[in-house]
């Protein structure tokens, strides 16, 4: 088989997932469902749990917490820089049976910057306070599925979102000891 062969049938294959999980939104309480799902995913839920986090640790964990802002800006940097080098356009843009559930918060499609943001956010979170993981994890996992059932990302967006998500929470988690921060 060769490369363009298998690149065409990724992208079937990434256009049918987004077709059936576009589908969904049909129905009009899966539609709200998943738009007050991603509108939380925004930053309103994360900061939530930042708050809690901050509650159950201490007002002397703040430091911990800055540093955990500040590297998560890193994964802000990858994913801005990957939208404006791949200008990848959003599946409702592409193909017309996709319904259009939510504004976007910018025009390109590739990487999932929800998705990115949520993986990594809850990676670390739970790491500092892994009895959160029971809130954070479905939530992610939604905030994901959300990104396609809106019509705002095809399933590749969200899986390479949620690697580079992960990836960067690695970072953050490993180079904390060695930066003299104590998670």
Known sequence: MNFKNTKIKMLDLDLRG????????????????????????DGPFWCAMLVLIWLQKSWNYGLQLLYVVVMGL?????????????????????????????????????PSGHTLHAVMVTIVFGYIQPVMLFIMMPFTILVALSRMVLGLHYPSDVIVGALIGASVASLIVLSAPYLGVML
């Open 18 to 41: 987004c077709l059936y999980l576009n589908n969904l939104s049909h129905t009009q309480s899966i539609a709200t469902f998943f738009k007050t799902v991603s509108r939380l995913g």
């Open 74 to 110: 890193l994964g802000t940097g990858i994913y801005k820089f990957l939208k404006h080098k791949t200008v990848r356009p959003r599946p409702y843009q592409v193909h017309q049976v996709i319904i259009l559930g939510e504004r976007p918060l910018d025009h390109f499609s590739f």
